[in-house]
């Protein structure tokens, strides 16, 4: 058997040992070995083969698979260029701490810096994006074929250990040289290649880390010498993937009287005393001063909101819950940083009056966000569509937000109303590439496990720039997912930032808003997607509903108001809250 083939064989092998389940192939010829190596494995039965033609696309579908599984899915793309569209998608994956393994074919030495076809320098082509590389180079296997196995096996079992590292999980590179000939000669795997016996990865993980949680005021008497806890406190919640730590936010908040304000990726929507419209009520600047907390705790990525995180600036004492070694703490204020969600204090003192408060500001709130809204009559904004939404989410289902202002939406005006579902994003760059692709991803994963439909609901350029995800062979599976567009025809939440006021207005649709007036409804149709258009809250309700009932992958397009009215509505309804918030 050649060697090209030998390798591509026994490294599935040992993926398989080490329980990879997900593999995204993007077509290509330096890459065959491997490719040919999955399909063969898809055919018995050992792997859910994926296969995407635009690499970029194919790097967030293995993201958002990752995202649900905790297993590194495979990416494999060929040399070249195919390989760096993989990056954007191992950034999301780095700054995310998602498990991802992308492979990426190469020339063998003897073929690189001499001008040959589709060649570049692949070696650490990623930068520290990725936790770990390796370049796989060429190995003898006709004269010592234990020790080629040898090495094969331990760099796949390495590089899926590195991925899946308990305290910093992560994307990890391998650039591996393929020899020709690419393809099999018929010929079977001869003695020397074998695995481990009983099935075991060649090099099994077994180092344990643990990431124990103490009591809040133990913490605050290392730290401070005092264990006292403050009694005027916040949580903010912000995107993370430990399910365990809801829980453990939960009955910390109940047990100390502290409000949550949660992100939607941070899924505390169930939590006794969340907050539905933190995020507003900070806003208002008399509401934020007459209520500085003592102490905050940040859990996860937290940075969603600009009044949110002028809280956790101003606070006296921030506590940062972040197991991972880079841990958030974007307004350099962590006091201290700890592994997990601290348990209750043992003794304490709360003050309801602050929660309280809190509270009672929330429902304020709630009616003037109600009042606001219906004030302007039959108008479909974009906060309207992030209500219908979150609210259409089937129970236990999949939600899943783009950044930008859909994710904002959705933070203001329909944070609380997912409390049994699971809600994601892209949080790690909050950039708008790659959306449609983690999502299709993750819902494939999701319903593996869940069996649950799920909704995504992003803007009109964050779904133009990954419209290719649409792009899926008949051959391949689809999850049951409903994509929702917010199509305001442009970028809209730049209405609502500096680059909107009045003085930039000649230059806005220019360099800021852009609009692309594209039929967002004819590109999904020509990619074989069901799409339809609609411009009332009634018809998006009716809509999803009956996407949600067909099944399979459908396209809604919320065609909302101008930006420049959505902006505006903003502003009243900030207005009516700080009416609402005085008038208490």
């Not at 930068?127 to 094969?152: C, I, K, Q």
């Not at 880079?326 to 940083?337: E, G, I, L, N, Y």
Request: proline residues 6%; negative net charge.
């Amino acid at each position: 058997m050649n060697t090209s083939t030998a390798q591509a064989r026994v490294m599935v092998d040992e993926l398989l040992r080490c329980g990879v389940s997900d593999v995204v192939v993007a077509p290509g010829s330096r890459s065959a070995p491997l490719a040919i190596a999955f399909a063969e494995a898809e055919e018995r039965g050992e792997i859910t083969l994926h296969v995407r033609v635009d690499e970029r696309s194919a790097g967030f579908l293995a993201l958002g698979l990752g995202k649900v599984t905790g297993v590194p899915t495979v990416v494999l793309t060929t040399s070249g260029t195919a390989a760096v569209n993989l990056h954007p998608a191992i950034i999301e994956a780095d700054l995310s701490n998602v498990a991802l393994l992308a492979i990426t074919a190469d020339r063998p030495p003897a073929l690189r810096g001499i001008g040959a076809n589709q060649t570049i320098d692949q070696v650490k082509v990623f930068g520290p994006s990725v936790r770990a590389f390796h370049d796989m180079g060429l190995v003898d296997t006709e004269h010592d074929p234990m020790a080629a196995n040898r090495y094969w096996r331990s760099t796949v079992a390495r590089a899926v250990a590195t991925a899946t590292d308990a305290m910093h999980p992560g994307p990890v590179h391998l650039n591996a040289s393929w020899a020709d000939p690419l393809v099999p000669d018929g010929t079977e795997l001869g003695d020397g290649f074998e695995g481990r016996a009983d099935g075991r990865p060649w090099t099994a993980d077994s180092r344990l880390v643990a990431g124990m949680s103490t009591p809040l005021d133990h913490i605050l008497e290392t730290l401070l010498g005092d264990p006292v806890v403050p009694a005027r406190g916040v949580i903010v919640v912000g995107d993370h993937d430990d399910a365990e730590a809801i829980g453990m936010i939960d009955e910390l908040a109940d047990a100390i009287g502290w409000p949550v304000i949660g992100e939607p990726s941070g899924n505390v929507a169930g939590c006794d005393t969340v907050l539905s419209h933190g995020g507003l009520l900070l806003a208002d600047q008399d509401f934020a001063d007459g209520h500085v907390p003592d102490v905050v705790m940040t859990v996860g990525r937290v940075g969603l909101s600009r009044p949110v995180m002028r809280l956790v600036a101003r606070a006296a004492l921030h506590i940062a819950v972040d197991a991972d070694p880079t841990w958030a703490d974007p307004t350099r204020t962590a006091d201290v940083v700890v592994a997990s969600v601290p348990l209750p204090p043992e003794e304490v003192e709360v003050d309801e009056g602050w929660l309280e408060s809190w509270q009672r500001a929330d429902l304020l709130a709630a009616v003037a966000v109600e009042t606001a809204l219906a004030a302007e009559g039959a108008v479909l904004s974009g906060m309207h569509v992030a209500r219908v939404a979150a609210g259409a989410v089937p129970e236990g289902g999949m939600f899943y937000v783009g950044p930008s202002w859909p994710v904002r939406h959705v933070f203001n005006f329909a944070s609380t109303s997912i409390s049994d579902g699971y809600v994601l994003g892209n949080r790690g760059t909050s950039g708008i590439d790659g959306c449609l692709s983690t999502a299709w991803g993750a819902a494939i994963a999701f319903q593996r496990q869940e069996g649950v439909g799920a909704i995504a609901l992003v803007g009109d350029l964050t779904f133009l720039y990954d419209s290719n995800a649409l792009l899926v062979p008949d051959s391949e599976d689809e999850p049951d997912l409903v994509i929702i567009v917010a199509d305001n025809n442009g970028g809209g939440i730049f209405s609502q930032l500096e680059q909107g006021a009045p003085r930039f207005e000649p230059v806005f649709d220019r360099v800021f808003g852009v609009p692309l007036t594209v039929d967002i409804v004819g590109l999904a149709q020509t990619m074989a997607v069901p799409a339809e258009a609609v411009d009332s809250l009634a018809a998006l309700e009716e809509a999803v509903a009956r996407a949600l009932e067909a099944g399979g992958v459908r396209v809604i397009v919320a065609k909302t108001c101008a930006r420049s009215r959505e902006a505006a509505m903003l502003v009243a309804v900030q207005q009516a809250v700080h009416a609402a918030l005085g008038s208490a």
